[in-house]
């Protein structure tokens, strides 16, 4: 599990990974804003686990990685993407 410590920064951090990733993408499609929202998730999951910014300090890209697929795994983008569009 995650232990959280200080969420202040979490938004900053989701924002920061999420155009972060899509700077990487010259024309993004649906899918790539998809894996996007998870990477902004996966960057402000590291940040609520430390005070600040402290945490990212020690993280590397092989743990951004694997946390990034291991929450690509369990969620459904698809479903969540149309309820979007419905709104």
Same mark, same amino acid.
């Given at each position: 599990g995650? =232990?959280v410590? =200080? *969420?202040t920064?979490?938004? =900053?951090?989701f924002?920061?990974? !999420? !155009?972060?990733? &899509?700077?990487?993408?010259?024309? *993004?499609?649906k899918e790539?804003?998809? $894996?996007?929202?998870?990477?902004?998730?996966? /960057?402000?999951? @590291?940040t609520i #686990?430390g !005070?600040? /910014? #402290?945490?990212l &300090? $020690?993280?590397d890209h092989e +743990? /951004?990685?694997?946390? @990034?697929n291991k929450? +690509?795994s369990?969620?459904? &983008? #698809?479903?969540?993407w149309n309820m979007?569009l419905?709104i």
């Amino acid at each position: 599990g995650i =232990d959280v410590f =200080d *969420p202040t920064g979490a938004g =900053d951090s989701f924002a920061g990974g !999420f !155009f972060g990733y &899509l700077s990487n993408i010259s024309n *993004p499609i649906k899918e790539d804003y998809q $894996e996007a929202m998870i990477y902004g998730s996966t /960057i402000a999951s @590291f940040t609520i #686990e430390g !005070f600040g /910014i #402290e945490n990212l &300090l $020690e993280v590397d890209h092989e +743990k /951004i990685k694997y946390r @990034f697929n291991k929450i +690509k795994s369990k969620v459904n &983008l #698809e479903k969540k993407w149309n309820m979007i569009l419905k709104i």
